[in-house]
């Protein structure tokens, strides 16, 4: 049977995992042995991604471990990290300096990074290689709350347009859009038309599709598997794609995609988010950094003023906690409560005016 999109991902993962744990000291291995099966491939090597950055730290801005190798790190050393080095490496993720690049964390890159940090002190106190857990004695950074961005109607209407028909491209623009104009238009109808992620939509392969139904099969974020359903705005769009796709000659290893890149590879992520950013820019100018997710929280935002039914949201969305979803349209709940507010009145006599 041939490798599905996400085993070979997960291998791929894998793979990138062990060469970065090369780079780092052996109890590094311990500790992503230990959570192999309480995680996902991409959880350990976002893990193992945020050790070596604090690790760098260490060795590049504290005195103490100047004269120390990365791999060569052992259970004393790491009992000598305190509270107030894992504050200053929270400091130093404000702006720092890789590949002569100035990188900054906001707060959510921040939270992740010590999240990263805590489960491996975690680990080591639980394992007895320290006898004290200074990433305990550190505060989550506050998340601050943003507003969810999400494309109007006529904002997705002008995207959409945007694709089909070329407004405003110039001449190469419009002649590259020749050649991706029904594949782009799918994947965005798609995006807005389910609510799918980015790394679930590159891995739909074209025998997943299913137009009796109306549904495909999705290997959900976690490996689980799930049907989503489309309605016929979509089923047209895709079908027209499709028919396009049939007649294209993908390269060994990716006859199954169902989009793809104009390598004739199955399409990246990568170049699905530049996609993305590409026409939203175009469809809403003063909406900076549209994402694929931005599109999902378009989904998420019209299916729940249309249904009012946060668990269907959850559901459809793929959440695996409804308090996820409930955080994200809270606010969107409280404006309806609102509404609801004002639009009774105890004393109408009164709110007219006496004469």
Same mark, same amino acid.
């Given at each position: 049977?041939?490798?599905?999109?996400?085993?070979?991902?997960?291998?791929?993962?894998?793979?990138?995992?062990?060469?970065?744990?090369?780079?780092?000291?052996?109890?590094?291995?311990?500790?992503?042995?230990?959570?192999?099966?309480?995680?996902?491939?991409?959880?350990?090597?976002?893990?193992?991604?945020?050790?070596?950055?604090?690790?760098?730290?260490?060795?590049?801005?504290?005195?103490?471990?100047?004269?120390?190798?990365?791999?060569?790190?052992?259970?004393?050393?790491?009992?000598?990290?305190?509270?107030?080095?894992?504050?200053?490496?929270?400091?130093?993720?404000?702006?720092?300096?890789?590949?002569?690049?100035?990188?900054?964390?906001?707060?959510?890159?921040?939270?992740? !990074?010590?999240?990263?940090?805590?489960?491996?002190?975690?680990?080591?106190?639980?394992?007895?290689?320290?006898?004290?857990?200074?990433?305990?004695?550190?505060?989550?950074?506050?998340?601050?709350? !943003?507003?969810?961005?999400?494309?109007?109607?006529?904002?997705?209407?002008?995207?959409?347009?945007?694709?089909?028909?070329?407004?405003?491209?110039?001449?190469?623009?419009?002649?590259?859009?020749?050649?991706?104009?029904?594949?782009?238009?799918?994947?965005?109808?798609?995006?807005?038309?389910?609510?799918?992620?980015?790394?679930?939509?590159?891995?739909?392969?074209?025998?997943?599709?299913?137009?009796?139904?109306?549904?495909?099969?999705?290997?959900?974020?976690?490996?689980?598997?799930?049907?989503?359903?489309?309605?016929?705005?979509?089923?047209?769009?895709?079908?027209?794609?499709?028919?396009?796709?049939?007649?294209?000659?993908?390269?060994?290893?990716?006859?199954?995609?169902?989009?793809?890149?104009?390598?004739?590879?199955?399409?990246?992520?990568?170049?699905?988010?530049?996609?993305?950013?590409?026409?939203?820019?175009?469809?809403?100018?003063?909406? !900076?950094?549209?994402?694929?997710?931005?599109?999902?929280?378009?989904?998420?935002?019209?299916?729940?003023?249309?249904?009012?039914?946060?668990?269907?949201?959850?559901?459809?969305?793929?959440?695996?906690?409804?308090?996820?979803?409930?955080?994200?349209?809270?606010?969107?709940?409280?404006?309806?409560?609102?509404?609801?507010?004002?639009?009774?009145?105890?004393?109408?006599?009164?709110?007219?005016?006496?004469?």
């Amino acid at each position: 049977m041939p490798e599905t999109y996400a085993q070979q991902r997960a291998r791929e993962l894998q793979a990138l995992t062990r060469e970065a744990l090369q780079e780092l000291p052996g109890v590094c291995f311990d500790f992503v042995a230990a959570i192999d099966s309480t995680t996902q491939p991409l959880t350990r090597y976002a893990y193992v991604c945020d050790l070596k950055l604090f690790f760098n730290f260490l060795t590049a801005e504290l005195p103490k471990f100047a004269d120390k190798q990365i791999v060569d790190f052992d259970a004393d050393d790491l009992a000598r990290v305190t509270s107030r080095d894992i504050h200053m490496y929270l400091d130093y993720l404000n702006l720092y300096i890789k590949d002569d690049v100035e990188i900054t964390n906001a707060d959510l890159g921040k939270m992740r !990074k010590l999240a990263s940090l805590r489960s491996f002190y975690k680990f080591l106190y639980k394992n007895g290689y320290i006898d004290a857990d200074p990433a305990a004695l550190v505060d989550m950074p506050k998340r601050r709350q !943003k507003p969810i961005i999400r494309l109007e109607i006529d904002e997705m209407a002008r995207m959409l347009d945007y694709v089909e028909t070329g407004e405003k491209m110039d001449e190469r623009q419009r002649k590259y859009n020749e050649h991706t104009r029904q594949r782009d238009l799918a994947i965005l109808t798609l995006f807005l038309g389910t609510g799918i992620r980015v790394s679930e939509l590159v891995g739909i392969n074209i025998d997943d599709i299913d137009f009796s139904i109306n549904g495909f099969l999705v290997t959900r974020k976690g490996g689980s598997q799930a049907i989503l359903y489309f309605p016929d705005e979509v089923a047209s769009v895709l079908k027209d794609y499709i028919k396009l796709r049939r007649e294209l000659t993908p390269l060994p290893g990716h006859e199954d995609a169902l989009f793809l890149s104009l390598q004739n590879k199955r399409i990246s992520v990568r170049a699905v988010q530049q996609m993305v950013k590409k026409y939203a820019s175009q469809a809403a100018p003063l909406k !900076k950094h549209l994402s694929p997710h931005k599109l999902r929280s378009t989904f998420g935002t019209n299916l729940y003023h249309e249904t009012g039914d946060i668990y269907l949201v959850a559901d459809v969305l793929g959440h695996s906690d409804v308090n996820t979803t409930r955080r994200h349209y809270a606010a969107m709940s409280d404006d309806r409560r609102r509404r609801a507010a004002s639009a009774v009145h105890l004393r109408e006599e009164k709110l007219k005016g006496e004469s």
